[in-house]
């Protein structure tokens, strides 16, 4: 499974963007996806999280109801809608995928930032 991120760039705060990853290869095996973000000196944090069909995400409470996960199967593509960006939420958004036999795959990653 190969990953490509894209979308992020420089927004000012109060503004949006939306990530794509698109998936190749072997994405009949892929189940669960996620973005993870990594600011400088933090750690890699879990974003958002969606099931294989997109019925079930998951957000971390940073950014609870300001950006959406969503998937499109038939696209092999995973969003995330990201609105009112905080300077906080800058960093590099990672795409991640976990296939049925709990193998993970990650992006190159794209970098999001946000100016105040």
């Known amino acids: ?3 490509v991120e894209s979308g992020g760039g420089l927004v000012q705060a109060g503004g949006s963007l939306r990530l794509f990853c698109a998936a190749s290869g072997s994405t009949f095996s892929i189940n669960a996806m996620g973005w993870y973000r990594q600011a400088p000196g933090k750690q890699r944090e879990l974003v958002a999280a969606i099931t294989s069909g997109g019925g079930s995400t998951n957000y971390a409470d940073s950014v609870k109801g300001r950006f959406t996960i969503s998937r499109d199967n038939d696209k092999n593509t995973m969003y995330l809608q990201m609105n ?3 300077t906080e939420d800058t960093a590099v958004y990672y795409c991640n995928a976990r296939t049925v036999i709990d193998l993970k795959y990650w ?7 946000v100016s105040s």
């Open 1 to 3: 499974v190969q990953l």
């Open 107 to 113: 992006g190159q990653g794209t970098q999001v930032t």
């Open 84 to 86: 009112s960006l905080r």
